[in-house]
T-cell receptor, first 114, second 115 residues
Framework: EAQVTQNPRYLITVTGKKLTVTCSQN?????MSWYRQDPGLGLRQIYY???????DKGDVPEGYKVSRKEKRNFPLILESPSPNQTSLYFC?????????????FGPGTRLTVL | AQSVTQPDIHITVSEGASLELRCNYS??????LFWYVQSPGQGLQLLLK??????LVQGIKGFEAEFKRSQSSFNLRKPSVHWSDAAEYFC?????????????FGAGTILRVKS
């Protein structure tokens, strides 16, 4: 089944403890992206990647890192999480990354930082 | 900068009634427009999208949307709502930024369906 998977689905952590949220897609898509969803704000893009080793900032990149060493994986790293990073996170992928491309979303990761 | 406005935070409709969710965008060129739906505890699923051509677009689950350039709108409609349509709906504008892609989302509209 074609899909985007994320792990973990739920995570509670404490301020300053490094964490990684994994994202993997099995559709051979070039483009991958991370969003965070907050009430009343919709989804905002954190980082995106057009291909292996090619990443760039979205609208809200502060406090996050990403890497794209393999085409299928695009992990999101929080080196020192803070409470304002408590949010619902979505990974997405699309075939080529053009503005017209449909993005396919993972199920989401709900992160709570205490 | 482009933006997307969904004026209604919550909408409640009776099962079987018609539905219209509003979306207005701000963008200089012809945008790529999307409607996504998020069911409780789920990721986002594409309902429909508009790139060019016929301004009335048909999507999945009986939804349609109409692009009106003069009003900068892309409203989502359904003639008869089912209880399973209760979800949050997001309008989005997609465009190329440098060598990347960007989806700009509205804040979402939560649809409640009463029986």
């Amino acid at each position: 089944e074609a899909q985007v998977t994320q792990n973990p689905r739920y995570l509670i952590t404490v301020t300053g403890k490094k964490l990684t949220v994994t994202c993997s897609q099995n559709m051979n898509h070039e483009y991958m992206s991370w969003y965070r969803q907050d009430p009343g704000l919709g989804l905002r893009q954190i980082y995106y990647s057009m291909n292996v080793e090619v990443t760039d900032k979205g609208d809200v990149p502060e406090g996050y890192k990403v890497s794209r060493k393999e085409k299928r994986n695009f992990p999101l790293i929080l080196e020192s999480p803070s409470p304002n990073q408590t949010s619902l996170y979505f990974c997405a992928s699309s075939p080529l990354g053009g503005g017209a491309d449909t993005q396919y979303f993972g199920p989401g990761t709900r992160l709570t930082v205490l | 900068a482009q933006s997307v406005t969904q004026p209604d935070i919550h909408i409640t409709v009776s099962e079987g009634a018609s539905l219209e969710l509003r979306c207005n965008y701000s963008y200089g060129a012809t945008p790529y427009l999307f409607w996504y739906v998020q069911s409780p505890g789920q990721g986002l699923q594409l309902l429909l999208k508009y790139f060019s051509g016929d301004t009335l677009v048909q999507g999945i689950k009986g939804f349609e949307a109409e692009f009106k350039r003069s009003q900068s709108s892309f409203n989502l409609r359904k003639p008869s709502v089912h209880w399973s349509d209760a979800a949050e709906y997001f309008c989005a504008v997609g465009r190329r930024v440098g060598y990347g892609n960007k989806l700009v989302f509205g804040a979402g509209t939560i649809l409640r369906v009463k029986s």
